[in-house]
């Protein structure tokens, strides 16, 4: 058993802040399960002071590109330009082990650094960059969704996989990675519908839904992507149509961005209890639009929030939740729900709602604890307030996964 004694922040809904001050919490070590929380401190127990420390959730990112992690920041005009210019040559270099190796090690050490616990992760086409991307996140001690990018047509040939091939090694990663700890769960990754056949589709989705697997995929991003859609498939009456239609929706699949979407698209979301990563520095970096933040909120969809690296700048989902607030231009989002949407929202996103996402009794102690900040005389939407924006990355200074500390 170990215990602490800190001051925990956390939203239990979208709508309540939750802040306890001088709380010590007990985690047991064998199963990395919170066990107790309490005011007083529990008899002959010997505890780590953490008072002068903020205690939030394990932040999660529910839609990033580990592959992309060595070229952020380059900006381009939009999506599939920025796809084009710099993004598949540099996947294609995870084709070699070393560079996979090397870029999967710096993507989870800054990861945790951030305080980002849990992630949902795109790598590449190449199998041996997915399978080095779970034996780097087994060895860091983070909880992550990976998964193998699919594409099989409408991409260029040093990145065009066999439709089968594609197909039958996303299996085998499913079946010797998929659950094989508790931290690790495999995730189908088509890219986006323009660049995988219907047939692998729906090879995808019959597999997901008599395997309860995850899919993850881009939907709804930017309107060339949509004018592109309307071409590769005039019979679909729309983009999230087309992933209907080929067995894509359901409640374990995440569709990244989700922008631009029409109230029958909304509704076959809803559905279909798909869920949505919202990615807003994404959104700003490559000018692809305004997710309708209200309108998804209202919708009964859960969604999450995202940092989308490489098209984002920054593992932070800090930062992730100051871009929402700033995105929204006209509109204000209420703190507990930002805070929510990287925290508990985020982890129904990623269908572990039960698990992760906030520090109650029987879930996992992903922990993050967070310096710089005087609570004396300060209410819990104030202090949130100056997490969301005035957060700097040196403020994370502890960081648990199921109870191990990973910083
Ligand atoms: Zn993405």
Known sequence: MITFKSNILQTLNKNEINFQKNIY?????????????????????????????????????????????????????????????YVFAEEKKSQNDQYAALVASSFFKDMIKSGTTTASIYTSVFKNSTDIAFKTADKFGVRALIGKVMMDCNCPDFLKEDSKKSFDESVELFEKWNQKTKLLDYVFT??????????????????????????????????????????????????????????????????????????????????SQSKIAHCPESNFFLKSGKFNWHKISQSGIDFGLASDVG??????????????????????IELSEIFYSATLGAAKVLSKENLIGSIEIGK??????????????????????????????????????SGNKLL
């Open 25 to 85: 919490i007990t985690i047991d070590n064998e199963s990395g399960k919170i066990v107790s929380i309490s005011q007083n401190i529990p008899a002959n127990t010997h505890y780590l002071d953490y008072s002068k420390y903020l205690l939030i959730p394990g932040l999660i990112d529910t839609h990033v590109h580990l592959s992309q992690y060595f070229i952020r920041g380059k900006q381009s005009p939009s999506l599939i330009d920025w796809l084009n210019k």
């Open 190 to 271: 088509p890219r986006f519908a323009p660049v995988c056949s219907s047939k692998l589709m729906k090879k995808i989705g019959d597999f997901s839904s008599k395997n309860n697997a995850f899919i993850q995929t881009h939907l709804s991003e930017n309107w060339d992507e949509m004018n592109w859609i309307k071409n590769l498939f005039p019979e679909n009456e729309s983009y999230t149509d087309v992933y209907f239609d080929n067995g894509i929706l359901g409640e374990k699949s995440i569709l990244g961005h989700a922008i631009h979407l029409n109230k029958r698209e909304i509704d076959l979301l809803e559905k």
């Open 311 to 332: 098209a984002g700048t920054i593992l932070s989902m800090l930062n992730s939740m100051k871009m929402a607030s700033f995105r929204q231009d006209l509109d204000l």
């Open 364 to 401: 996992e102690a992903d922990l993050v604890f967070v310096s710089g900040f005087n609570l004396e005389e300060k209410t819990g939407e104030e202090i949130l307030s100056e997490l969301v924006y005035l957060w700097n990355e040196k403020q994370i200074y502890s960081v648990y996964v």
